[in-house]
């Protein structure tokens, strides 16, 4: 299994996130290339993307992922609000593909009111528009959490927004947490055998880029997003056991827990105890 953390750049470069993998003894990494919460996009200029990619080419790890900020609403039913998310996402896409990233992982986004066909398809549009602006960059889509006006929350979610976007270059990010949220009881002992087969009956586990490896704060099926380190939260060890031994522990996993370095080193080790070998989903 491929195992790595959310971790800090610090500053322009990617040292930080380096020694923040050595840390954790990750094998991966994923980062913000920009203020996480603002919409000022990110702005590299070559001799430091270029210092940016050999350093992380040095450090042998990856892949290394980039997240989306998170204002980015890719269905936003306000026009000006759907405009800034559209450019900043594509900012950050061409900003990765200049720094080297492998995978950009955007939220499937929400629509408010509007109907869910309507936001399914501004959705769709912005990954569209995105998805060439960087060639060697892959965008994937990330599951929310069942909260309201959520485009895509589940598999059968998933599948129609993929459907409508019609582009197979599109991946999936499955947040663990985010579908115990959803409903998907993964902390029953067939938990993870149910969700690989929704997966599978919709033609979806090929899509499957990343996994977000977090526990949950609250029960299944309360659509609230609060991440746990592993074990400490509602789906506990058993049920992220196994998933990382299934098909899907063969994805790269990243943690977005908030435990310290030491507490993720830990909880790393034990990923891969029970991770798959890493191969083609």
């Known amino acids: 299994m491929i195992a790595g953390a959310h971790v800090s750049r610090r500053g322009e470069g ?41 350093d992380w080419r040095a450090s042998g790890l990856g892949p290394l992922v980039a997240h989306a900020p998170y204002p980015v609403n890719i269905a936003a039913a306000d026009p000006l609000n759907l405009r800034r998310s559209r450019s900043l996402l594509r900012a950050t896409v061409e900003a990765a593909d200049l720094l080297g990233v492998d995978l950009v992982v955007v939220h499937a986004g929400a629509g408010g009111s509007a109907p869910t066909g309507v936001a399914r398809r501004r959705a769709a549009t912005s990954l569209r528009e995105v998805i060439g602006a960087a060639p060697r960059v892959q965008v994937v889509v990330e599951l929310m959490a069942g909260t309201a006006g959520a485009v ?29 949220a959803t409903g998907e009881p993964l902390d029953d002992p067939g938990g993870a055998d149910r969700l690989v087969l929704a997966l599978e009956r919709r033609d979806l586990l090929a899509r499957v880029a990343l996994v977000h490896a977090n526990d949950s704060v609250f029960g299944c099926g309360e659509h609230r997003d609060r991440h746990a380190d592993l ?42 105890r029970w991770g798959r070998p890493t191969a083609s989903l």
């Open 14 to 54: 990617v040292r930080g996130a380096v020694e923040g993998c050595r840390q954790r003894r990750a094998d991966c990494a994923q980062v913000f290339l920009s203020n996480p919460r603002a919409w000022a996009a990110p702005s590299f200029v070559e001799p430091v993307a270029a210092a940016f990619r050999e």
């Open 231 to 272: 074990g400490d939260g509602r789906i506990g060890r058993g049920g992220l056991r196994a998933l990382a031994s299934s098909v899907l522990g063969a994805a790269p996993w990243i943690l977005e827990t908030p435990g310290e370095a030491d507490r993720q080193r830990r909880d790393l080790a034990w990923l891969r």
């Open 152 to 180: 895509a929350s589940t598999p059968e979610e998933a599948a129609a927004l993929l459907e409508v976007a019609g582009d197979d270059r599109l991946g999936l990010c499955l947040d663990t947490c985010h579908l115990f």
